[in-house]
């Protein structure tokens, strides 16, 4: 069982950075894939980036590619998400995924349903 925590979230202009953290519970955070997914009113909630257990291999969507960076941190029980060159279109609610599913394919970082369990979400402003 893993809860997880979002924060780092708030209203920055155009061009700005944020660091969002998501601090998870339990002993087994090491061995879950992390994924971060947004959603924006009125639209379904999308993939942004994801990262494996030990942090060797990360997926982005194309959207935030070279703008954002995840990584985590399995001696603090964290991962995060850095963005850089804030997007008005970047506004959304953040979300911290973790799956347990033991090395997931590529293709499954993506997807949704891969993940068991889910924050609570952090608000993104991002002003033009």
């Known amino acids: 069982q893993v809860q997880l925590v979002e924060s780092g979230g708030g209203l920055v202009q155009a061009g700005g950075s944020l660091r969002l953290s998501c601090a998870a519970s339990g002993r087994t955070f090491s061995t879950y894939a992390m994924g971060w997914f947004r959603q924006a009113p009125g639209k379904e909630r999308e993939f942004v980036a994801a990262i494996t257990w030990s942090g060797g291999y990360a997926y982005y969507a194309d959207s935030v590619k070279g703008r954002f960076t995840i990584s985590r941190d399995n001696a603090k029980n964290t991962v995060y998400l850095q963005m850089n060159s804030l997007k008005p279109e970047d506004t959304a609610v953040y979300y911290c995924?973790?799956?347990?599913?033991?090395?997931?394919?590529?293709?499954?970082?993506?997807?949704?349903?891969?993940?068991?369990?889910w924050g609570q979400g952090t608000q993104v402003t991002v002003s033009s």
């Open positions: 995924a973790a799956t347990g599913l033991n090395r997931p394919a590529s293709s499954a970082y993506p997807r949704p349903e891969t993940y068991g369990y």
